[in-house]
């Protein structure tokens, strides 16, 4: 059993920030990529940031130079940095993993449950 467990999301005003959490625990043998989606109502999920074991990053434009993700491999945790919050960035963000597991290392992608994040002045 793998679980993603976020935490951080909140109602904040423009301009403002606001942390991302995300720590993978259960039968894990490594994560490769860690990354975040956003899904608004009625619309598809999607990437906002991806982060790789080595640190090598990928951002969707709209959210570059504000948004920073990183990652503690030794805690099997992910964070998003979101700074100069817009009202456009209002919506329900999920954290994501790749998981490799024991005993053969088959790998699958595992979701948390979603946190919101609300920006409104």
């Known amino acids: 059993q793998v679980q993603l467990v976020e935490s951080g999301g909140g109602l904040v005003q423009p301009g403002e920030s606001l942390r991302l959490s995300c720590a993978a625990s259960?039968?894990?043998?490594?994560?490769?990529?860690m990354g975040w989606y956003r899904q608004a109502p009625g619309k598809q999920r999607e990437m906002v940031a991806h982060?790789?074991?080595?640190?090598?990053?990928n951002y969707r434009d709209s959210v570059k130079g504000r948004f920073t993700i990183s990652r503690d491999n030794a805690k099997n945790t992910v964070y998003l940095q979101m700074n100069s919050l817009k009202p456009e960035d209002t919506t329900v963000y999920y954290c994501?993993?790749?998981?490799?597991?024991?005993?053969?290392?088959?790998?699958?992608?595992?979701w948390g449950q979603g946190t919101q994040v609300t920006v409104s002045s």
């Open positions: 982060i790789t074991t080595t640190g090598r990053t």
């Open positions: 994501y993993a790749h998981i490799s597991r024991p005993p053969a290392g088959a790998r699958y992608d595992y």
């Open positions: 259960g039968s894990i043998f490594s994560i490769d990529v």
